[in-house]
Nanobody
Framework: QVRLVQSGGGSVQAGGSLKLSCETS????????MAWFRQAPGKEREGVAR????????YIVDSLKGRFTISQDHANDTVYLQMNSLSPEDTAMYYC???????????????????WGQGTQVTVSS
C-alpha cells in the first residue's frame, strides 16, 4: 500500500524558513511524480513544486522561485520542500502528493495526483 507521511511545518515569523518532509512508502521502484501543494483558507489548492523520482527535473512555480526548493533523498525515500523568506501570504495547509509514471509539464495540478499526504499547517506571522 502506497503511503505519504508528512512532517515539518509549524509557526514561524516573517522572513524565517521551514522545511517540510514527505516520507514515501509502498512505491517500490515505480516511476512517480512527487509534488507539493498548498491551500490557504478560503482559496483553492494550488501546486507549488514537483520532481520526478527517477529523472529529477525539479520544478517550482514562477511566483515561488528563489524562495522555495524541492529536493529528494532516495536513501530515505523522502521528498522535501525547503521554504525560505517566508511571508504571511505563505500561510496555508501544505500537502505532499504523488502520481505514478510521469510528471505533467507545468505547475502540478490537483486533479492529476491521486495519492496524498495528510497535510501539515504552515503559519507565518508578521
Amino acid at each position: 500500500q502506497v503511503r505519504l507521511v508528512q512532517s515539518g511545518g509549524g509557526s514561524v515569523q516573517a522572513g524565517g524558513s521551514l522545511k517540510l518532509s514527505c516520507e514515501t512508502s509502498g512505491f517500490a521502484d515505480s516511476d512517480r511524480c512527487m509534488a507539493w501543494f498548498r491551500q490557504a483558507p478560503g482559496k483553492e489548492r494550488e501546486g507549488v513544486a514537483r520532481v520526478h523520482n527517477r529523472f529529477g527535473l525539479a520544478y517550482i512555480v514562477d511566483s515561488l522561485k528563489g524562495r522555495f526548493t524541492i529536493s529528494q533523498d532516495h536513501a530515505n525515500d523522502t521528498v522535501y520542500l525547503q521554504m525560505n523568506s517566508l511571508s504571511p501570504e505563505d500561510t496555508a495547509m501544505y500537502y505532499c502528493a504523488a502520481r505514478f509514471t510521469f510528471c505533467y509539464a507545468g505547475p502540478p495540478k490537483t486533479a492529476d495526483y491521486n495519492i496524498w499526504g495528510q497535510g501539515t499547517q504552515v503559519t507565518v506571522s508578521s
